[in-house]
């Protein structure tokens, strides 16, 4: 586990997006923004098992997550480690992060939805390197 400062640690757990990085077969960067949940240790991410991503994970376990407020004062966190990709019991974390990201009634409505087309997994990322920039 990583030491984090309080000023990261309240952005980390706002309700910023985060900029998942992975790496493409050639070794370029492969960059989507996702949901996350953090436990206190690790960012758990649901995604659809067949996105670039997920693809990028299976291949090539090193990522990185970059959390950022972009109205001032500008910060941000960098978090760089390691991603593993597995089954999981999805709903919970799906309605859960739909509510946080879009309200409790736009969000519960979205998660009903959204479950009855698709199907997920997930995306345990525990870093092991931070960066943290705020802005006075």
């Given at each position: 586990m990583i030491n984090i400062s309080k000023n990261a640690e309240s952005l980390i757990k706002g309700k910023y997006l985060a900029d998942l990085v992975t790496i493409m077969p050639d070794g370029s960067p492969h960059i989507a923004p996702v949901w996350y949940k953090y436990d206190g240790e690790n960012y758990l991410i649901l995604?659809?098992?067949?996105?670039?991503?997920?693809?990028?994970?299976?291949?090539d376990k090193r990522v990185a997550i970059l959390i950022s407020k972009t109205d001032p004062p500008y910060s941000y966190v960098m978090l760089k480690g390691h991603a593993k990709i597995s089954d999981y019991e999805y709903e919970p974390l799906l309605m859960e992060l739909s509510v946080k990201y879009l309200g409790e009634s736009a969000g519960k409505k979205y998660g009903d939805e959204i479950k009855q087309t698709s199907e997920f997994i997930l995306i345990t990322f525990t870093p092991n390197k931070v960066v943290e920039f705020f802005d006075s």
């Open positions: 995604s659809e098992p067949n996105t670039v991503k997920v693809k990028n994970i299976k291949n």
